[in-house]
């Protein structure tokens, strides 16, 4: 008992736990000073009518605006097929760039003569393909989860094929002494050892995935989000189209830190 009593971890200090809130107080203090500043700069242009009249409006009336948004159902039937049309984009376009990425990164032949094309493809503006996307699923919600799927395609896949390059052989050849199967050494041994690389992978695909439905809906579309924002600029109501933008601001945050969240939590819990 009394050995287990001194291998016992020792318990963090008080000490260290100020000195942590003490480092992180002069960033919190820059973050909050940026963030008045750019408040502050807003006003200063709306109120002083440099600009046209209501292209940049006041911080009061975006905030009504907000508040009158937030409490319109109509709103949410939209945000919901803007979120599905999302969600299932980035499904598809994600397993398809997951396995994508580990076939090419498992196989230097393929890598060799597929890759390239992915790095060339990758950065090229996805809308470009969206008529060929109306003509293969037509203008309702198909083509949008089309567009979000090809968007995050690219960069899950080349992160998934870089993070396979990163593997310690030594795992490999403790999958091949155990003669576990290609679905074996996929599920136990590839996917956690590059766990970063993939959820990194999707955080940025998510965020293109999001771009690419948006975009799709201001072009073609008499549902979601990116219609209520294309709506509103068309009737010039500003404040308005502020609001959704700031709302869907800080839902694409809240997404991503979901996703690095449950990126963490799956590491804890192999531990």
């Given amino acids: 008992m009394a050995e287990a009593e001194l291998n016992l971890p020792a318990a963090p200090k008080a000490g260290t736990k100020l000195r942590t ?3 992180a107080e002069p960033v919190l203090i820059v973050r909050a000073a940026i963030i008045a500043f750019i408040l502050a700069s807003w006003e200063v242009v709306a109120q002083s009518g440099l600009l046209y009249r209501d292209v940049v409006p006041s911080l009061l009336a975006i905030t009504a605006a907000i508040a009158k948004l937030l409490t319109t159902p109509d709103y949410y039937w939209h945000l919901w097929a803007t979120a599905s049309e999302v969600g299932i984009g980035l499904a598809v376009g994600g397993l398809s760039g997951l396995l994508t990425g580990l076939v090419l990164g498992g196989n230097r032949v393929l890598s060799k003569a597929f890759e390239p ?6 950065p090229t503006p996805k809308i470009i393909f969206f008529p060929v996307m109306i003509m293969w699923f037509g203008v309702g919600p198909g083509s949008k989860i089309a567009m979000g ?44 050892a590059m766990r970063h690389p993939i959820i990194n992978g999707v955080r940025l695909g998510l965020g ?14 008499n549902r979601g989000v990116g219609f209520l924002i294309i709506q509103a600029y ?22 991503n830190a979901l996703v690095g969240r449950l990126g963490g939590l799956s590491a804890i819990r192999q531990r």
Avoid: H
């Fill in 21 to 23: 809130m003490i480092r």
């Fill in 234 to 255: 068309s009737l010039f109501d500003m404040p308005r189209m502020y609001a959704m933008l700031i709302v869907l601001f800080v839902l694409a945050i809240g997404a």
């Fill in 208 to 221: 293109v995935a999001i771009i690419g439905t948006l975009l799709a809906e201001t072009k073609l579309s």
């Fill in 117 to 122: 094309y992915l790095y060339y493809l990758g």
């Fill in 149 to 192: 799927a090809i968007s995050c395609f690219f960069p899950i896949a080349l992160s998934t094929a870089a993070g396979m390059r990163q593997i310690d052989r030594v795992l490999s050849r403790v999958g091949q002494s155990f003669r576990a199967n290609a679905w074996q050494m996929a599920t136990k041994i590839y996917l956690p």
